[in-house]
């Protein structure tokens, strides 16, 4: 119950009470409220400032971990550019080397990129720089292995070329060792078996007994299989490419036709003695962008060191060939 209060009244000689106006009594009220609520307000502000609410401490922690999250990007980029650069040393150093290839230069991998500022859609945070150079370095990693990765599909290419050009070229003895009689003529100066003159023999001449087969030394299109040469009677001319052709002249007949795309090792025709022939026996020529050479370079395919060295010997003797 709220006290009663009076007050003398001089005039009449007695106490009356007091009446509180009601302005009065609403002004009280509102100082009060205003008071308290600035009270409150302070207390709120300065506890705020030294005391992190729920919220807070959530985002707080949501920032902790994307730091965390950011740091473990940037060690996993760490190993995957560490990586990336082992496979662009061998890719620089052992693949574009082997297959002949320009190295790919260092400023076209770790390019970066001009214009305008990428990176300013992260500007004005907290962990800007972070955010925005984790973002750089990733964009030039992906860069980088978009460059390796076309580097390395150029390199599946230029080894299947250089599949096909190692199947194409003539490497292997067109007739095999255990057929032949004898090795009787190889590439140079060589008696001529009809005039007896020293002339250039331009092939060599592998000695075996009327039809032994005849195998083609690379890949190829036969290009002839008649016998219009002079000189060579019955013979086949294989397109290699790159540049290759291989001649098997005196044969007694052919296992393949003209246009026929054949694989080395395949039997293509039999040993004769058509044309300007002494004996039975293979003529074999390789020719070069049209010029032929000596193929005793090209039997690495299926002679060993020691029967190569033996062939060697034999092909260097100046006797006399059989055409």
Do not use: W
Not at 183 to 212: I, L, Q, V
Not at 300 to 315: Q, T, V
């Amino acid at each position: 119950m709220a006290k009663v209060k009076y007050y003398y009244d001089s005039e009449t000689l007695s106490y009356r009470k007091i009446k509180r106006k009601k302005r009065t009594t609403f002004k009280y009220a509102t100082v009060f409220l205003l008071a308290a609520a600035l009270f409150g307000f302070l207390c709120f502000a300065i506890a705020s400032s030294y005391i992190e609410s729920p919220k807070e401490r959530q985002l707080a922690r949501e920032l902790q971990n994307m730091e965390l999250q950011y740091e473990l990007l940037n060690k996993r980029m760490d190993d995957a550019i560490a990586a990336l650069e082992n496979v662009e040393e061998r890719d620089n150093a052992i693949y574009r080397l082997y297959f002949e290839a320009n190295p790919i230069p260092e400023e076209q991998r770790r390019a970066g990129f001009g214009g305008i500022n990428r990176y300013k859609k992260f500007e004005g945070f907290d962990n800007s720089q972070l955010i925005a150079e984790s973002n750089k370095r990733l964009d030039i990693l992906e860069k980088a292995i978009v460059v390796q990765s076309k580097s390395l599909d150029e390199i599946a290419k230029l080894a299947e070329d250089k599949e096909k050009f190692l199947e194409a070229i003539p490497a292997i003895q067109p007739v095999n060792n255990e057929n032949l009689t004898r090795m009787a003529s190889g590439y140079g100066y060589r008696t001529d078996p009809f005039t007896k003159a020293r002339k250039f023999h331009f092939g060599m001449d592998f000695t075996a007994p009327r039809g032994t087969p005849v195998y083609a030394t690379g890949d190829g299109i036969v290009k002839r299989a008649d016998n219009s040469s002079s000189g060579y009677g019955k013979h086949i001319r294989i397109d290699h490419d790159y540049g290759y052709m291989s001649l098997y002249a005196h044969l007694y007949k052919y296992n393949v036709r003209v246009n026929q795309r054949v694989k080395r090792g395949d039997l293509i025709g039999y040993v004769g003695s058509t044309g300007r022939s002494e004996a039975p026996h293979l003529h074999y020529e390789i020719f070069k962008d049209g010029d032929r050479i000596n193929p005793i370079n090209f039997y690495y395919g299926n002679l060993s060191p020691l029967e190569f060295d033996i062939l060697l010997k034999k092909a260097s003797l100046e006797n006399q060939s059989l055409d």
